[in-house]
T-cell receptor
């Protein structure tokens, strides 16, 4: 089955700096890569996603890049704000919506 | 904005007791998922429904867990008997059928087994 590794497990940045979270996957059949933000006591919320036929996607301060050859993808948050503090999960989806999540990155933005 | 509803939000039960969780997906979403999330880890899929049919329950501990979605709308996940290791967050998610992959999660049920 699919295996998704996520790094780092914790990340602290100063407000206004950029944050980068990286994930690798094992199954070349995976073709959809969503990123979720989970705040304390809440369910994960989809923040951005990328499909296998695209190398990069951007939405305001958030961007995701995908390297299918190397089987890795990354989340980039620019101009971080305190409200960006949360746990972020990457995921890889193969077949018909079979989702495998990474282990999560706890991001702390220091004001 | 439409949301996935779950109840209860919190549940404390003693081991060997039965417990049930309820989920109401976003209207029109044919696919429904139940996940278990242990503290500090990512969600793990337990069962996936397409309408009222089970698509994937390979990770569901069937000796004690059961799930149903009788009319293809809301769903119930049951644990009987509960064990200490079942303490976790149980998340429900839904998505549209077809090539749309986006899953929308509910707030979850935090289960504590004592």
């Amino acid at each position: 089955g699919e295996n998704v590794e996520q790094h780092p497990s914790t990340l602290s940045v100063q407000e206004g700096d950029s944050a980068v979270i990286k994930c690798t996957y094992s199954d070349s059949a995976s073709n959809y890569f969503p990123w979720y933000k989970q705040e304390l006591g809440k369910g994960p919320q989809l923040i951005i996603d990328i499909r296998s036929n695209v190398g990069e996607k951007k939405d305001q301060r958030i961007a995701v890049t995908l390297n299918k050859t190397a089987k890795h993808f990354s989340l980039h948050i620019t101009e971080t704000q305190p409200e960006d503090s949360a746990v972020y999960f990457c995921a890889a989806v193969e077949g018909y919506q079979k989702v495998t999540f990474g282990t999560g990155t706890k991001l702390q933005v220091i004001p | 904005e439409a949301e996935v509803a779950q109840s209860p939000r919190y549940k404390i039960t003693e081991k060997s007791q039965a417990v049930a969780f309820w989920c109401d997906p976003i209207s029109g979403h044919a696919t429904l998922y139940w996940y278990r999330q242990i503290l500090g880890q990512g969600p793990e899929l337990l069962v996936q429904f397409q309408d009222e049919s089970v698509v994937d329950d390979s990770q569901l501990p069937k000796d004690r867990f059961s799930a149903e979605r009788l009319k293809g709308v809301d769903s119930t996940l049951k644990i009987q008997p509960a064990e200490l290791g079942d303490s976790a967050m149980y998340l429900c998610a839904s998505s549209l059928e077809g090539t749309t992959y986006e899953q929308y999660f509910g707030p979850g049920t935090r289960l504590t087994v004592t």
